[in-house]
């Protein structure tokens, strides 16, 4: 009996329960970090607020960049026919500039982010989305006046490209005119050397052949007539569009560049997080040379 009290004795001394203290440690930690931060607290609010200081000097001290926002629509010749029905390709355009092409001249000439000695005006160019000749233009410049005034001078660069273009289409356009009145001449000359033929011939066979080439002649000219009609018609000035904004360019009130709230609140939050971690360092190193 004696012996199985001994053993129970012992068994009960394994089971005693030990208590772990892991939460308490953690809650001792917070404690002690949030009266490390309490401590240095006016270190955490002037650093903070110089580190704050220095930011809003450097954004107020920056020269503001404005930026304007405009649509283009590509200049073009409408191909269109007087006479073509309208399941025809009758809404096809020759574009004086190729709207690619475009874009590249506007920033090869205009785009000066990459001078050395000039980084304004800056000019950026694509193509709108789903489209094929209407361009989207940013321009930043130092006011929203010069933007626009930069804007004028590219629309005036590419009319005097597209002018270039137009006169030598109209030059094209009216040699061809020139030519056919010139064949309509000669034909007229023909058919009047015919008429007096056929007065003058008493062969009826004679008669019916001359008669037949009269008519030809005359067909010729009216095909001739109407080709020319084309023509004035190709130079008619609702055929030609030049290249022109797409109602207003936007402008906005405040600057796009420096975004002076995002710079202040960025080194705000900085300031605290730096500052914190500041003094978490120093105590370390205090505790550190201590032990």
Known sequence: MEKDKKEQSVAVQYVQYVPNQPYQEDEIDLKDLIKT????????????????????????????IYEINSNLKVGYISNSNSNSNSNSNSNSKIYFIEPNTMIGYIKGNFDNSKNENKNFPQVDADIIKQTNDLINIKIRAFSNNEALAYLDKILDYIHKEEDKKISF???????????????????????????????????????????LNTKDYKNKIL?????????????????????????????????????????????????????IFIIFFIDFAKNFKEE
Do not use: H, W
């Open 37 to 64: 931060i309490m401590k240095r607290k006016y270190f955490i609010i002037t650093f903070t607020m110089i580190i704050t200081l220095l930011a809003a000097i450097y954004a107020f001290l920056q020269t503001p």
């Open 169 to 211: 289409y109209k030059e094209n356009i009216k040699s061809q005119i020139k030519l056919l009145e010139i064949q309509i001449t000669e034909i007229e000359q023909q058919i009047n050397a015919l008429e007096n033929q056929l007065k003058t011939t008493k062969d009826p066979l004679l008669f019916q052949i001359l008669l």
């Open 223 to 275: 095909e001739n007539k109407l080709k020319i009609t084309e023509l004035n018609f190709q130079l008619s000035p609702l055929r030609i569009t030049k290249t022109d904004t797409i109602g207003k360019a936007l402008t906005y009130k405040n600057p796009k560049k420096p975004n002076k709230i995002l710079i202040i609140t960025v080194a705000f939050v900085t300031g605290i997080f730096l500052s």
